[in-house]
């Protein structure tokens, strides 16, 4: 379906117009203030409702203005290529009128019917992005992105939405891996450590009952040398007295009782060295200086039991996030096989067009990369596949577009059976409506 005839009264700039399509482009020029926008707007705003009617449509000095539109598929002659009516009418008449009070519309199907619910009606046949396909090109990224989905019915947004908390969560995890092995790297080892850490404490409390048995081994050395010394006194007396018994006989006996008695006191002395040097000896001295070398080394020792407990424990959490890296990393891959898998069964307008997380994607390149010359034959393509029922598109800003990529948009339009609607600066263009102060040049007595 196009658009097979359009008349408007005083619609913005417009004073009266009336322009038949006699071919698949319709180029719509004049210089700047003649009307040509008001034209292409006029189109939007008898199909588009509400939203497309500006706060002031009524041209200034009018108080009512209408469009009307007729849609069909157009019939020419085959000689002349002059449109001539169709036998079988227009498929929908569309007519909006505006007044102080507001806008009215009217929509008849081809039996002269009127339709029940005609803006529901239009909405079905119109896709916005058709009306001006080049604004797609002009889109921020993300939103080209959203509007192919939309068109081509794919809609990865939770495949997207999971793929990039996955993504920032592996950054995370990847970070804290990096700082891992960092730790990890700069850990000191020692193979000549034991397993576990030296207790000072215990060293310090057999080194102190060390002490304390060596001490009673030295209190009993002096009873010993006490003990020695008396028997060394008793023998000295004894040979004292010998020798006084020889020289006073007098007192012999009285010696002798003494002599006797120190005898006694020998053999007790003597039992008591007995029992002293066999405890002495039953007594064997602990070496106290391996002790005390072993508490000066576990400070030593025991750091380098720690170090090797942190290089363990750092080991550990190295594995654990390369493990968790890993899974991150697998789910990643997955997400984007299955990306890759809808992509390649969704039908997209243009071969090569494509969509990732940014936005577009044309030839395995950003949309924003591609040459001019691709961007508008995407556009365009997208702008028909976005409205196949009513196949027309309106183009601003034409003066943009040299003639190559106006022979590409004719080539476009004609090869898929569309109708174009082109505003144009100026009045060089071939076969092109020009307009002047509001009506079509040469039309001033209509």
Known sequence: MKIIGLEVENVKRIKVL????????????GENAQGKSSVLDAIWMALGGTDAIPSDPIRHGATKAAIRLNLGEPK?????????????????????TFTAKGSYLKVKRADGAAVASPQALLDSLVGRLSFDPLAFARMPAKQQAETLRSLVGLDTTALDAERAALYADRTNVNRDLDRAKARAASQLTF????????????????????????QKRTELATVVAIIKRAIETINGESARLVDAIKDAETRLADLKRQAGSFAVMLSAETTKLDKAEAAYVAVAEIPCQPIIA???????????????????????????????????????????????????????????LSFDAAGVVFNGVPFDQASDAEKLRVSVAIGMAANPTLRVIRIRDGSLLDEKSLAAIDEMVAKNDFQAWIERVGDKD??????????VRGTEGF
């Open 430 to 439: 071939k076969c092109a409506i020009i307009l002047e102060d509001g009506m």
């Open 76 to 96: 020419f002659d085959p000689k002349t290529g002059e449109p001539v009516p169709n036998p079988d009418g227009p498929y929908l008449s569309v007519e909006r």
């Open 294 to 352: 072993m508490v000066a080394a576990a400070d030593s020792v025991n750091a380098k039991v720690r170090a090797n407990a942190m290089a363990a424990t750092l080991a550990a959490e190295v594995k654990a996030n390369q493990q968790a890296s890993d899974k991150l990393t697998d789910r990643l891959a997955a997400i984007d096989a299955e990306k890759q898998e809808k992509l390649a069964s969704a039908k997209f307008p243009v071969a090569g």
């Open 18 to 29: 009336e322009i038949t399509p006699t071919g698949d482009t319709v180029i719509i020029g």
């Open 191 to 214: 193979a000549d450590a034991p397993k576990a850490e030296v207790s000072v404490a215990d060293l310090s409390k057999e080194l102190s009952a060390a002490q304390e048995h060596n």
